[in-house]
């Protein structure tokens, strides 16, 4: 937020010199950015870290006096400091002190875990301890809503997470943990609803890690081969940052954050393929075929589709929406390329894939040009330097090879350079549309 000022202070001082914003505006419109929620400040920080040391302190107290403390007493002693934290919380919002009461907030949310848990080692019930994790998530959510309070949602969306994540590693899983997706997806409508960009990023990483639990689940049992795992794992995640990309135009809260985990972790699973094909030999699809081809015919749908969508919106280049689709065409079909070509033609497909990801980090790269995107053209770029210095270290060897690899890298990008200038100031010359009949009238 104090970036955000930061910046807007000194766009203010631009607009006011060149007469688009008036002078006597400028208090104003800071004072409205001070008194907006969600502020980051020293205050809040101490306080919420009072409320995890406070809570630790009375789990500690607990487990000192442990033997010496009755069933009765140790569960009345949590539950007594968890309602005296709740409604010291409720107060504090009354009163007009939101850092206490997120503070305090917290503090009850934490008791409320120390409490199930203790009543679960109390009663000795073992089976119940995942789900009292769940049962856990589900109190602090609704806690965070009914406040409401941003950190403690993000307590919540953490332990929705911890739940997964024990019932995935726990020796009696059932496989794939499918109760993670409305758990999910009720955590994303409360950060939808309080605006937390924290549990956005949190819920992201936690849906590609489940992701990537399902895809490591359906190869173990040989549904899918390896090849086809990473390459179903690059295709879906492109397919929900082309998606989350859509509804981050719309305006839709979150969808800016899951576009840019998922954009970000295609991207990256696109370059890595690459090192793994160098050891493959005799590579051939035994497994997975027909489970494979429906996901990444459905991912390719999606995202021509969801590329179709931007373009008509004009949120997207028909460049870089004809670039998504190319990459992950040859996506779809890297197994079936690599299991025909066999090792003499293995390079041609490393020469196809390398050539279809530098493409899409040159597309990347342009839709950075567009306000609002610099992330993305960030991100090409780093895709594309990454790829380069892959070429340069399975291609080059001696000082001669270099020097020519740095020519022609540089002429490359100096000419990239000079094309996005030539766009950019096309862009800014381009007249605005003039109204239609039906705007005059």
Known sequence: MMGYRARLARDLERWIAAGWVEASHRPAILADVDAQPGRWNAAGALAILGAALLAMSALSFVAANWDAMPRLLRFGTIVLALWAALLGAGRAFDRGAPVIGHALALLGAALFGAAIMLTAQTFNMTSFRNTAVLVWAAAAGTIALVL?????????????????GMEIFTPYSPGIVWGYLPVWGLTATLA??????????????????????????????????????????????????????????????????????????????????????????????EHGTGLFN?????????????????????????????????????????????????PEMLFAVRILIGAIFYGLCVAMIVQGTRPGRSFVGGLG?????????????????????????????????????????????????????????EDAS
């Open 294 to 342: 429906a996901i990444a015919a459905l991912a390719v749908v999606t995202i021509a589709l969801a590329s179709w969508r931007r373009v008509a919106t004009g949120d997207a280049g028909w460049t870089t929406a004809l670039a998504y689709l190319a990459a992950g065409l040859v996506a779809a079909m890297i197994p079936a390329l690599v299991s025909a070509a066999g």
């Open 381 to 437: 770029i780093a895709g594309f330097v990454l790829q380069t210095l892959y070429v340069y270290a399975e291609t080059f060897g001696g000082l001669l090879d270099t020097a020519l690899f740095f020519l022609l890298g540089g002429a490359i990008l100096f000419g990239l350079s000079l094309g996005l200038l030539r766009l950019r100031r096309q862009q800014v010359a381009a007249p605005p549309p003039a109204p239609s009949t």
């Open 192 to 285: 939808h609803r309080l605006g937390s960009r924290v549990s956005f990023n949190l819920l992201s990483l936690a849906l590609f890690g489940w992701i990537a639990h399902v895809l490591w689940e359906q190869q173990s049992v040989h549904r899918l081969d390896p090849l086809q795992a990473f390459t179903a794992a690059i295709l879906i995640a492109a397919a929900v940052g082309l998606i989350a990309a859509h509804a981050r135009d719309r305006g839709i809260a979150g969808g800016g954050v899951l576009a840019a985990w998922g954009i970000s972790f295609a991207l990256l699973g696109a370059y890595l393929l690459q090192w793994p094909l160098d050891g493959i030999r005799n590579f051939t699809a």
């Open 148 to 164: 409401p309070s941003r950190p403690v949602l993000i307590l919540a969306t953490g332990l929705g997470a911890l739940w997964a």
